[in-house]
């Protein structure tokens, strides 16, 4: 498996992952003190939607283009509408050429206070990155591991945040690696909000991760919930393309799993290939 972010932009597993993303930054701004988000495996931060890796997976088509020609309810367009607005802001011309990852979505919904750490080992998505924050006083990009990074940066001085983990997963032992860091990363900063996103191909192992992370997270005092999304837009495929996508949500805001369970009830028809898609939410236990 390899799911870098280039060739993926834009596609229906970033659309499911940055509209998670934009609703928990949403609630950690209703507090005024101050948060920080920690990106694992930041990638280059802006994505061209007319260069060749984006042409050549062509993911966008079937993922941001058509949920921006959707129609929604009014309920769920004012949850969907801070992801959307922030993706129209990189497409003044109303034309859909660029694609902003994780690292830009969660610079958009900073406030002053805020602060944002972006790891990323590779040197040209580094450089990109760099470039596209334009020397952000709010954003450090650290030229260091993910996985080194994780249990080091938290945590972090704010004591409020989102760690984001989202690997490439070209490593066959990549969700033994992803479950053991959030563990050593979870130990020493058993408050903050994770996100982990995966390719859910293989029930075993999705199992498997959900069910570590879970009793992990139940083991803390106060015990920490843990919510399980995962949005299929297709039967799973015996080759590479992706057609199921997941993330767990350690210690979620209490709003999520209502506002996801509209917003994912109205993704299905839009995202869905060859058919409506399916998706799956629950609190996995320990």
């Not at 990106?39 to 984006?54: K, N, P, S, V």
């Not at 996985?147 to 032992?173: C, H, M, S």
């Not at 299929?232 to 506002?259: F, K, R, Y």
Request: overall charge positive; hydrophobic content about 45%; aromatic content about 8%.
């Amino acid at each position: 498996m390899n799911y870098r972010h280039a060739f993926h932009a834009g596609g229906f597993a970033d659309v499911i992952k940055h509209i998670v993303l934009t609703r928990i930054l949403l609630h950690l701004q209703d507090k005024p003190a101050a948060f920080r988000v920690i990106d694992t495996h930041a990638g280059a931060g802006l994505y061209d939607l007319t260069g060749d890796e984006a042409t050549r997976s062509g993911e966008f088509l079937t993922g941001i283009a058509r949920v921006l020609q959707a129609r929604f309810s009014e309920q769920a367009y004012a949850l969907l509408s801070p992801y959307l607005d922030i993706v129209r802001s990189f497409n003044p011309k109303a034309e859909l050429v660029a694609y902003p990852g994780s690292p830009l979505i969660a610079r958009a919904l900073l406030r002053p206070q805020d602060r944002m750490t972006l790891c990323e080992l590779a040197p040209l998505p580094r450089k990109q990155l760099i470039d596209a924050l334009r020397r952000d006083t709010q954003a450090r990009v650290v030229d260091l591991d993910g996985w080194v990074a994780l249990p080091a940066f938290v945590p972090p001085n704010e004591r409020r945040g989102l760690v984001l983990i989202d690997p490439a997963f070209e490593a066959k032992d990549e969700f033994e690696r992803l479950a053991n860091r959030f563990t050593s990363a979870f130990s020493k900063w058993p408050t903050g909000i994770y996100m982990l996103w995966y390719p859910a191909k293989s029930r075993r192992a999705t199992d498997d991760l959900a069910h570590h992370v879970a009793s992990r997270a139940d083991s803390a005092k106060p015990s920490g919930k843990v919510l399980r999304v995962e949005f299929s837009v297709a039967p799973q495929s015996q080759g590479e393309a992706l057609t199921s996508t997941g993330l767990l949500v350690v210690n979620p805001p209490w709003t999520l799993p209502d506002e996801l369970k509209l917003i994912l009830s109205e993704l299905q028809k839009p995202l869905g290939q060859g058919g409506a898609a399916r998706f799956r939410l629950e609190f996995p236990k320990a």
